[in-house]
């Protein structure tokens, strides 16, 4: 039996989350298997196509409840694309799932071509996406994908932040006409937002108000930034919290309206820092004639280091005690009150 995995919060950030209210909910892939399993009891044009990846992607339940809306292609990540562009095209509601590491590395050119040129509806649902597999190493990490996916024109790209926002994420790429990446990963979140909120695609939601330093997040990194902000809060500084949900297209207007009102910018992802949520912020920050101090927050340009999700997130800063201190030392970079 394999030893049980480290909780991604410390006792201390764990602590906060109490003040803050928030409970503890389940993986997002969870969320997601359970809102496809309830979308395809209503409607047998929704399928699931997966490569081998049935237990990885909690579909089991699934495959039991409506194995004539299952299809399994195998270890064969190309072959999965192609058949989802093709049911899509055939006026079925197709989600593709399959490790976000090797679908977007070995299909991109049929994402590209079959799915994204010829505009079928198709979703293609990226999981343990990041660092979820974690001690099985680079080759099983996926922090190029949003970088991909991004230079790939006519393909709307959502990393949901918590159980919430998984479950309308579903929900929406369900209904929509266009090509849709869906990117979740393995560790169980804090419920971030009641159940009477709203998903706006390509609008992203402030969790938190301030005007000091602002934490642009996305997927499972947003909890993160909102405990950070709120630890800083107890040393008087005031920091925004954005759950970047929608990574393309990008909310440009919250962007820009974050730089022109805070005196900082972190921004937060798991994915390398090339090509992901930081770069597509500083571009719109500079192309619109804008100046703020800027850091982004993710995976360095090297080779990652070996260890659980958990122990890649506190090595790279991606935890509760990583972004204060990164918010300290962006503030005090900028010569700024601390």
Do not use: W
Not at 103 to 131: F, H, M
Not at 138 to 157: G, Q
Not at 185 to 205: C, F, H, M, Q, V
Not at 266 to 276: A, Q
């Amino acid at each position: 039996m394999s030893a049980t995995a480290p909780s991604m919060f410390s006792p201390g950030a764990r602590a906060v989350a109490k003040q803050l209210g928030l409970t503890l909910g389940r993986p997002n892939l969870e969320v997601f298997a359970d809102t496809l399993l309830e979308l395809a009891s209503e409607d047998r044009n929704v399928v699931v196509v997966t490569s081998d990846s049935r237990g990885s992607g909690k579909l089991g339940p699934f495959g039991q409840a409506l194995p004539l809306q299952l299809v399994e292609v195998g270890i064969a990540e190309q072959n999965l694309v192609g058949i989802s562009a093709g049911l899509a095209a055939a006026g079925k509601k197709s989600f593709a799932v399959s490790p976000a590491c090797f679908l977007t590395a070995r299909a991109l050119e049929q994402i590209k071509n079959d799915v994204c040129y010829s505009d079928v509806p198709a979703v293609i649902v990226g999981i343990s996406a990041g660092v979820s597999y974690g001690a099985l190493g680079s080759t099983h990490h996926s922090l190029h994908d949003i970088a991909a996916l991004r230079a790939i024109h006519n393909i709307t790209v959502l990393a949901p932040a918590d159980n919430f926002e998984a479950r309308e994420a579903v929900r929406a790429a369900a209904q929509a006409d266009h090509p849709i990446y869906l990117r979740f990963g393995k560790a169980s979140l804090y419920g971030l937002r009641g159940p009477d909120s709203e998903l706006n695609i390509g609008r992203a939601t402030i969790l938190r108000d301030g005007d000091d330093v602002a934490f642009i997040a996305t997927g499972e990194t947003v909890v993160h930034a909102l405990l950070a902000a709120a630890q800083l809060a107890e040393d008087g500084v005031n920091c925004r919290v954005l759950s970047m949900h929608t990574i393309k297209p990008l909310d440009a207007q919250a962007v820009y309206q974050t730089a022109k009102e805070c005196r900082a910018i972190i921004t937060v992802e798991e994915h390398s820092v090339y090509g992901g949520l930081g770069e597509a912020c500083a571009a719109v920050i500079l192309q619109a004639g804008l100046s703020a101090p800027f850091r982004i927050t993710g995976i360095p340009d090297e080779d990652t280091v070996t260890g659980s999700q958990a122990d890649i997130f506190r090595h790279y800063g991606i935890t509760m005690e990583g972004l204060v201190d990164a918010a300290r030392d962006i503030l005090r970079r900028a010569e700024l009150p601390v």
